[in-house]
Structure formats: C-alpha cells, structure tokens
C-alpha cells in the first residue's frame, strides 16, 4: 500500500534529500515550498510529488490556511516539519518582532499541521510525526542564530495530545539535528567547518542524505517503538 507524508520546509537541501528518500521507497509526497523552486527541478520526472506553496509567518494566515484544508489533511499517513527559517541577527540586536516570526513560522505552523493531521491517524490507527529540532538549542544558539534556536528548541515540547497518540498506533517524534553540510553554513562569514568539525566527538559533520536515513526510519513502518522522545543525531556533541 502506497502511504501519503506531507513535508514541510521541503525546499532546503535536507529537505531534498528526505523527498528522494521517500519516493525512492514508494510514497507520495506533497513538498511545502515557501520561495526556493528548484526543487520541482530536481523532481520533474517524478510522478509521486506535488508540492504546496505557502508562507507559515504570518500565524493567522496559517490558521486559515489550515481549516481551508482541513480535507486535504486528512489524506497523510505522515508529517514531517523541516521549516528552517532564519533571520541571522545577533542577540543583542535581537527584537521580539524577530522572535515572533521565528516562532510563528518554525513552531506554530508545524505544531497546528501536526495537531490537525494527527487527528485522522489515529482514527486509521497508524501515523508517524516528526517535528525538527536544532543543535543549537544546546548551546544557546549561535552568534547569530538566537531568535532560530529559540523557535525550533519549542518542536521539542511534545504535547502530551501527541504522546497519547502512541495507543492508536501514532508515533511522535522530535529530531534533533546537527551540524549538516549544507551551503548555508558556507554563507557564513568566517565560518571554517573542517574545525567545526572538531567539537564533535565523531568529528565530521553529516551529510543531508545520512540526516534523511534516520528521517525516513523514524517515519515508517519500521519503527515500531520509538515514541514521544526527543532524538539527538549530531555524532554526539
């Protein structure tokens, strides 16, 4: 049987790669996509995908996204929320109109999805959540990512709604990811992520498809027992 995830924050380079894991293993997708296209590049001859373009910072926007489709939503045996949206800014330039947007776009609007998808996974007696967290939230965020890990610290309280859930089949997760090799940490001035490297105890820094591996687990029938945790994939640090 065919199952149906909806993901959200699909156009980062994590994003890709957990899209191309999915339908490398027979799943439809339905990609959220805020600016980035390309990813309807990398997927034109994929048949299994259509994508969603919405903007998740504007919280009322977002509730009447979600009761305009309310059917829609009903259709997904999975969810998986991978916003990452960030305004670097250092903290002491920091303003609550910058928290606000961070939390709105990278909590809110996961957590309202994920609180009405959930709703028909368990009435079919199986599902799969996973909301993202960030390493940072360890360290409290980087020179210039405070507003950033404050949002995605939240998607690591678990609404005991979710944890509930676990009865009907429904298993609710939050990952915590490391540092990824991705392009927006070459964007940052001065940042070297061979010594980055260094303060992880694996010392090396995970590549998107490896991130996607774990996702994919967490979200399929083969995971069987891991529920309401918090889980750190970041080579130990």
């Given at each position: 049987?065919?199952?149906?995830?909806?993901i959200t924050?699909?156009?980062?380079?994590?994003g890709?790669a957990v899209?191309?894991?999915?339908?490398?293993?027979?799943?439809?997708?339905?990609?959220?996509?805020?600016?980035?296209?390309?990813?309807?590049k990398?997927?034109?001859?994929?048949?299994?995908?259509?994508y969603?373009?919405?903007?998740?910072?504007?919280?009322?926007?977002?509730?009447?996204?979600i009761k305009k489709?309310?059917?829609h939503?009903?259709?997904?045996?999975?969810?998986?929320?991978?916003?990452?949206?960030?305004?670097a800014k250092?903290?002491?330039?920091?303003?609550?109109?910058?928290?606000?947007?961070?939390?709105?776009?990278?909590y809110?609007?996961?957590?309202?999805?994920?609180?009405?998808?959930?709703?028909?996974?368990?009435?079919?007696?199986?599902?799969?959540i996973?909301?993202?967290?960030?390493?940072?939230?360890?360290f409290?965020?980087g020179?210039?990512?405070f507003?950033y890990?404050?949002?995605k610290?939240?998607?690591?309280?678990?609404?005991?709604?979710?944890?509930?859930?676990?009865?009907?089949?429904?298993?609710?997760n939050?990952?915590r990811?490391?540092?990824?090799?991705?392009?927006?940490h070459?964007?940052?001035?001065n940042?070297?992520?061979?010594?980055r490297?260094q303060?992880?105890p694996?010392?090396?820094i995970?590549?998107?498809?490896?991130?996607?591996?774990y996702i994919?687990?967490?979200c399929?029938?083969?995971?069987?027992?891991?529920?309401n945790?918090v889980l750190?994939?970041s080579?130990?640090?």
């Amino acid at each position: 049987m065919s199952r149906n995830i909806l993901i959200t924050g699909a156009s980062s380079e994590i994003g890709n790669a957990v899209v191309a894991k999915f339908l490398s293993n027979g799943w439809n997708v339905t990609a959220h996509i805020n600016k980035n296209n390309n990813i309807k590049k990398k997927f034109f001859n994929e048949k299994n995908i259509d994508y969603i373009k919405y903007n998740f910072s504007i919280i009322k926007g977002t509730e009447k996204f979600i009761k305009k489709n309310k059917n829609h939503f009903k259709k997904f045996d999975a969810y998986i929320n991978l916003i990452g949206f960030n305004k670097a800014k250092s903290f002491d330039k920091v303003n609550s109109k910058d928290i606000f947007e961070h939390i709105s776009t990278n909590y809110i609007s996961g957590l309202f999805i994920a609180r009405e998808i959930i709703k028909s996974l368990i009435k079919k007696k199986w599902g799969r959540i996973l909301l993202t967290s960030s390493i940072g939230t360890k360290f409290g965020g980087g020179q210039r990512t405070f507003s950033y890990s404050l949002s995605k610290f939240l998607n690591e309280f678990l609404p005991k709604y979710f944890k509930d859930a676990a009865k009907f089949n429904v298993m609710c997760n939050c990952l915590r990811i490391g540092v990824t090799d991705t392009k927006i940490h070459k964007k940052v001035p001065n940042k070297n992520l061979k010594k980055r490297a260094q303060l992880i105890p694996t010392k090396k820094i995970a590549k998107p498809e490896e991130i996607a591996e774990y996702i994919y687990f967490l979200c399929s029938e083969k995971n069987s027992q891991i529920t309401n945790k918090v889980l750190d994939i970041s080579g130990g640090e």
